[in-house]
């Protein structure tokens, strides 16, 4: 499975962005998802995940300013980010499984065990 993520960029502070993440094989409606994110010298921090069902878990910081969906017929991951702020600028990952498709999204949040990685998109908020 390759993952792919699109649309980082550069914003100012309020602005928004959505992310994008699509796979190379049609297996979001049967997969554990989630998004990261890793600041320079950092490790990656798990910030939402999405459950094959369709549920969701956030960090509770993003919980109100980010958004995780799906769309199960495009196969395609978003993340939608509203009133950005410059600590949010990092490197934005995303990571599928498709073996833990039967795993709710507190869960998926809980192991952050996910097999499948994208290269990564950059978001940089200036103030």
């Known amino acids: 499975v390759q993952l792919l993520e699109s649309g980082g960029g550069s914003v100012q502070a309020g602005g928004s962005l959505k992310l994008s993440c699509v796979a190379s094989?049609?297996?979001?409606?049967?997969?554990?998802l989630g998004w990261y994110r890793q600041f320079p010298g950092k490790e990656r921090e798990l910030i939402a995940t999405?459950?094959?069902?369709?549920?969701?878990f956030y960090k509770p910081s993003m919980k109100g300013r980010f958004t995780i969906t799906k769309d199960n017929a495009k196969n395609i991951l978003y993340l939608q980010m509203n009133s950005l702020k410059p600590e949010d600028t990092a490197m934005y990952y995303c990571?599928?499984?498709?073996?833990?498709?039967?795993?709710?999204?507190?869960?998926?949040?809980?192991?952050?065990?996910?097999?499948?990685w994208g290269q990564g998109t950059q978001v940089t908020v200036s103030s």
């Open positions: 990571a599928a499984d498709p073996f833990l498709a039967l795993r709710g999204a507190d869960l998926l949040w809980a192991k952050g065990d996910f097999g499948y």
């Open positions: 094989v049609s297996i979001f409606i049967s997969c554990g």
């Open positions: 999405i459950s094959s069902r369709g549920d969701t």
